[in-house]
């Protein structure tokens, strides 16, 4: 390599160390609690609106998860922001309108959603909020991501059975506490995120 080369390489390196120091730049415990707090409060939103349509599509228990799933991300919103709140500052998020397609469809687009909030999103900000030494961040955080992985098997199990999730029937649970979901079937003595007992789980149906 002679040396215009090793200048060439020398100076791509050095672009690209930039750019990526510039998108991880000011990602703070903040920074990623108000990104949190946007996306939640989002999937409740989309959520609600997944519900709707699976219902006018006569899927009456993928509406039941959808409508559980979408109060356990209100509560998730709830926890970022007082989380939010201690460091000084305002949660705020931007509602953007639901991209509402078919039942099947919306399945994919939220499977696809949690499944990247519990192996990408959220481990990056537990770690920086370890880091930052936030507790509260990183029980917010470690709650969520909790819930998210139990979302993502409901809405596997869900497409995997999509007709037979059509009659009414399946029944949900939602820790009030921390937002952890379960079956009805499986509802547990007591959380397993948060330890709250079994009377902080509200049915969903």
Same mark, same amino acid.
């Given at each position: 390599?002679?040396?215009?080369?090793?200048?060439?390489?020398?100076?791509?390196?050095?672009?690209?160390?930039?750019?990526?120091?510039?998108?991880?730049?000011?990602?703070?415990?903040?920074?990623?609690?108000?990104?949190?707090?946007?996306?939640?409060?989002?999937?409740?939103?989309k959520?609600?609106?997944?519900?709707?349509?699976?219902?006018?599509?006569?899927?009456?228990?993928?509406?039941?998860l959808?409508?559980?799933?979408?109060?356990?991300?209100?509560?998730?919103?709830?926890?970022?922001?007082?989380?939010?709140?201690?460091?000084?500052?305002?949660?705020?998020?931007?509602?953007a309108?639901? #991209?509402?397609?078919?039942?099947?469809?919306?399945l994919?687009?939220?499977?696809?959603?949690?499944?990247?909030?519990? #192996?990408?999103?959220?481990?990056?900000?537990?770690?920086?909020?370890?880091?930052?030494?936030?507790?509260?961040?990183?029980?917010?955080?470690?709650?969520?991501?909790?819930?998210?992985?139990?979302?993502?098997?409901?809405?596997?199990?869900?497409?995997?059975?999509?007709?037979?999730?059509?009659?009414?029937?399946?029944?949900?649970?939602?820790?009030?506490?921390?937002?952890?979901?379960?079956?009805?079937?499986?509802?547990?003595?007591?959380?397993?995120?948060?330890?709250?007992?079994?009377?902080?789980?509200?049915?969903?149906?």
């Amino acid at each position: 390599m002679n040396t215009m080369q090793l200048a060439t390489v020398t100076a791509t390196l050095c672009l690209l160390s930039w750019a990526h120091a510039a998108e991880t730049a000011g990602k703070s415990t903040l920074d990623n609690l108000q990104a949190a707090f946007a996306g939640e409060s989002n999937a409740q939103s989309k959520y609600t609106a997944f519900a709707v349509k699976a219902d006018e599509e006569g899927y009456k228990s993928v509406a039941a998860l959808f409508r559980a799933t979408a109060m356990s991300e209100g509560i998730h919103a709830k926890k970022h922001a007082a989380a939010i709140k201690k460091l000084g500052a305002e949660a705020q998020a931007v509602i953007a309108k639901a #991209d509402v397609k078919s039942t099947k469809e919306n399945l994919e687009a939220a499977l696809a959603g949690e499944t990247h909030e519990k #192996d990408s999103m959220y481990p990056e900000f537990i770690k920086v909020a370890t880091a930052e030494k936030n507790k509260q961040a990183v029980r917010s955080f470690q709650g969520a991501m909790a819930a998210e992985v139990e979302h993502a098997k409901l809405y596997a199990q869900a497409l995997a059975e999509l007709d037979a999730w059509k009659p009414a029937g399946k029944e949900f649970v939602v820790c009030q506490i921390c937002g952890y979901t379960a079956s009805l079937n499986n509802t547990p003595l007591k959380c397993p995120v948060c330890a709250a007992p079994k009377e902080k789980f509200t049915p969903v149906k």
